[in-house]
């Protein structure tokens, strides 16, 4: 199965992808809807209209997670290029928050402070029931389904401590969605698919989820040693290598870029880039204009 999270008349819904269309469902939560345990099965849409999401607003599909689980340097290709010799014999893991969130098809925003702003194009797993000092041969069991993430980056920010935290957090950079596939309709644990990120039409990454030093179940198994995953919580698996900041010389986002992340099987996440708008002395604000 296949949903979306949007927003209409002020008021959260979700669809569902079913014979060639999307249809309203009477749920208004994703979260709700994954820890009812319904999720994967079939809808009754007998009593449900078609919806245009493609004239609504499209938001994340879980837009405020309890918990946002990211993983650094989970590919070999992307730790060489960033100059970490050493293979990870365990997961780098680090946390964002949900007002670093943007949906499909917002504009990804470079705050005025930096000019480093770079793209990570990952996939993203969805936690679908609670899981407590899982196993590796557990793991997949308590993931719901999959979407695209891309972790975009403030570089500056990321390294000004060994703390990624400030780099991985700025407001409206993390792009989630705009769908979220359901586990079993692709291969266990996400594996074999392609990846590819674009910036303004050409490649700038590309990979198979295949390449990961942690695989996701791994990564499950090895979060949930330490903290209660819950249904709703999601874990972005890491990027490949690509990333602007690795280039000579460097290539980040800026006003009017257009990046897209392609993740076989789940679909493409699209967003444009927008500098963040100025604060006028009467509290309104203005879209700077550097083009």
Known sequence: ???????????????????????????????????????????????????????????????????????????????AERRYDDIPDYPSFFARFSTSLVAAENPIIRPRCSEQLDYEGELLAVIGSVA??????EALDHVAGYSIFNDGSL?????????????KNFDATGAFGPDFVTADELPDGAVGLELEVLLNGKTVQRANTSDMIFPVARIVAAASEFMTLEPGDIIATGTPAGVGAA?????????????????????????????????????????????
């Not at 008349?9 to 208004?28: F, P, T």
């Not at 994703?30 to 809808?43: E, N, Q, V």
Request: aromatic share 8%.
């Open 247 to 291: 280039r000579t010389p460097p290539l980040f986002m800026k006003h009017g870029d257009v990046v897209e992340v392609r993740i076989e099987g789940i679909g493409a996440l699209v967003n444009p880039v927008r500098d963040q708008p100025v604060a006028r002395t009467d509290d309104t604000a203005i879209e700077e204009d550097v083009a």
């Open 155 to 167: 570089r500056d920010y990321q390294y000004r401590s060994k703390q990624w935290t400030p780099g």
């Open 1 to 79: 199965m296949r949903y979306r999270t949007y927003e209409i008349a002020g008021s959260q819904r979700v669809a569902v992808y079913s014979d060639g269309a999307w249809w309203a469902l009477d749920d208004s939560d994703l979260t709700g809807l994954i820890r009812s345990g319904t999720y994967a099965k079939p809808p009754d849409l007998s009593a449900s209209a078609k919806v245009d999401v493609a004239g609504a607003k499209l938001l994340p599909p879980i837009p405020a997670p309890g918990k946002i689980i990211c993983i650094g340097l989970n590919y070999l290709d992307h730790a």
């Open 132 to 137: 407590r000092n899982v196993s590796e041969a």
